[in-house]
């Protein structure tokens, strides 16, 4: 199996920063796009940021100019950095991968387990 785990999140003031982790641990042979989604109570997950394995990495409108998504593909580890949070960044962050457990396998997506991420003063 494979397991994504994420680390980092918390309580921070408005115009404060963060930093989310994600871990892929498990068979794994190779990972296409890592990515972190959100969701806020009462709304629909939406994408925050993707990045391909070579490629463009995307960004909602909402997070351009403030957020800053990396991956270490030795770690299979992706990465958050987040400044400047408003109260709207508010929500469960959630990693994403795209997976490949065998070389004869097709990708499949695997979701971690969510992290709270609050914005207030």
């Known amino acids: 199996q494979v397991q994504l785990v994420e680390s980092g999140g918390g309580l921070v003031q408005p115009g404060g920063s963060l930093r989310l982790s994600c871990a892929a641990s498990g068979r794994i042979f190779s990972i296409d796009a890592m990515a972190w989604y959100r969701q806020a109570p009462g709304k629909q997950r939406e994408l925050v940021a993707s990045?391909?394995?070579?490629?463009?990495?995307n960004y909602a409108d909402s997070v351009k100019g403030r957020f800053t998504v990396s991956r270490d593909n030795a770690k299979n580890t992706v990465y958050l950095h987040m400044n400047s949070l408003e109260p709207e960044d508010t929500a469960v962050y959630y990693c994403n991968a795209n997976v490949r457990r065998r070389r004869t396998e097709p990708f499949y997506d695997y979701w971690g387990q969510g992290t709270q991420v609050t914005v207030s003063s």
């Open positions: 990045v391909p394995n070579g490629g463009t990495i």
